[in-house]
């Protein structure tokens, strides 16, 4: 499944307020709630803030991607939020400007990898997080995500 296919301009906050990790956590994650790819919405959060409690999940450049491998979730799923104010991630030591949500079932470890890596190599660039970060909608939000061949 390609990057673009997967987060849906539904599932794109551009205007993240919250300013506290766990409350920004919530916040793009809930944008899932009624996605059909989740079957249980409270399991699914309480296994990211589960995962997000054990390591941090920031990658350096203002980027984090909280995520869970459960059975609360029958496909991938994905939601962004962009704050430019920046979430204290007190774990991580950084403050950041995009959450990437992620949501895989446990079977799907070769996906799921799949997609983190091209993800990464797309947010390491400047360029495009400055695309993402200038972005006026979802839909631009995305174009910019999908400028780069690595959105896979």
Known sequence: MR???????G????????TKRTAA????AALLEKDEGVIQFQGFYDELLARERVEATTLGNGVAFPH???????????????????????????NIHFIFVIGTPRRMVTEYL????AMA??????EVRGKLMAAKSP?????????DPEAV
């Open 114 to 117: 799949a997609l983190v890596g």
């Open 3 to 9: 990057l673009t296919e997967l987060l849906q301009p």
């Open 139 to 147: 839909e631009e939000f995305l174009a910019a995500m999908a400028e």
């Open 11 to 18: 599932h794109i906050l551009l205007d993240l307020q919250e």
């Open 121 to 126: 190599r797309i947010l390491r660039q400047d």
């Open 68 to 94: 869970a491998r459960t059975d609360h979730v029958k496909r991938l799923v994905l939601a962004v939020g962009r704050s430019t104010a920046g979430v204290n991630f007190e774990n991580g030591g950084e």
């Open 25 to 28: 956590i919530h916040r793009v």
